[in-house]
């Protein structure tokens, strides 16, 4: 447990969990008056954003993108991590599972410092590191659309595309996800709380990153839909020069077995010119079935 802010000047307390025991989350509870359902929804992992007016204090639920190794992490548990915050006008209490360093640097810069007098103030701070964490990942799955888009357009498809497509179409979505859930957590947020300027902020921020994921969701959509089409574009080539190769073929190998049949008496089976002919046979056949596909361009 950390008690980052306890300065009796600013009027009110700053509590920091990381990975609590059930003792420290029981004596929390106990001395500020908090509910079990908001204490049982704190210690839910994978608990999507929210936020609850109770009658003492506000409880809300966030999440912000972690730096993920896994290249294949395509779940909201995976690419984030949950902060929960507890506030009122005399404390805040946030609770996580592993340290966050934009917390430690909201405390140093604005609460230390007197540029945060009001728990409201620290809640803005707060909520804009938030969404501001989702802006490496932002530039990050730009970068990979770009390539993929350069993949499916520029080079020679040897790659397996449709696997990547897949997972960075799914950190999309769960970004997406998150953030149309945090709206309704920053639409509550009380601009008599803070300025209205800081507001704005965050409503900017909000706007800018729903805006980013927005048309990363569509163009990876548009990529996934011009990936599809490309390959039965590729399979309809192959099956289209196969067809033509049959075709060139079916009256060859007609004749072919007609004259290897092993009849004692065939017409010409004993004719001096009967091998040339059929070669020749065989030749304008070829000849004619040419000049009919390239009379009707299909060559």
Not at 86 to 110: A, C, G, Q, V, Y
Not at 141 to 159: G, M, P, R, V
Not at 195 to 201: G, I
Request: glycine share 4%; net charge neutral.
């Amino acid at each position: 447990m950390t008690n980052l802010m306890t300065k009796p000047g600013n009027g009110f307390e700053w509590i920091d969990l990381i990975a609590p025991s059930n003792e420290e989350i029981e004596q929390i509870a106990q001395k500020y008056n908090l509910h079990d359902a908001s204490i049982n929804d704190s210690l839910e992992a994978d608990h999507l954003p929210k936020f609850e007016r109770l009658k003492n204090y506000s409880f809300l639920v966030l999440r912000m993108y972690t730096s993920v190794r896994a290249l294949e992490a395509d779940s909201m548990k995976e690419l984030t991590d949950k902060l929960s915050v507890f506030i009122s006008d005399s404390f805040i209490i946030t609770i996580h599972k592993n340290p966050w360093e934009p917390l430690e640097r909201i405390n140093e810069r604005s609460v230390k410092t007197g540029d945060c007098q009001h728990t409201g103030h620290v809640l803005n701070e707060i909520v804009k590191a938030v969404l501001r964490s989702f802006d490496e990942p932002s530039g990050n799955l730009t970068q990979a659309i770009e390539y993929y888009e350069e993949q499916i357009f520029l080079k020679d498809k040897k790659i397996p595309l449709l696997k990547g497509l897949y997972f960075l179409k799914r950190k999309v979505d769960v970004i997406q996800r998150i953030l149309l859930l945090s709206y309704d957590i920053i639409d509550s947020i009380d601009p008599t709380a803070t300025s209205n300027a800081d507001t704005r902020d965050i409503r900017d921020l909000f706007v800018k990153y729903q805006s980013i994921f927005d048309s990363m969701a569509a163009n990876m959509n548009h990529l996934l839909a011009i990936y599809f089409n490309t390959a039965s574009q590729k399979t309809n080539e192959t099956i289209r020069v196969l067809t033509i190769f049959s075709v060139f073929f079916m009256p060859l190998t007609f004749i072919v077995g007609v004259y290897g049949m092993n009849f004692r008496v065939m017409p010409e089976l004993q004719w001096r010119w009967g091998y040339p002919v059929v070669m020749v046979s065989m030749a304008l056949v070829v000849i004619a079935i040419f000049v009919w596909f390239r009379r009707k361009k299909w060559l």
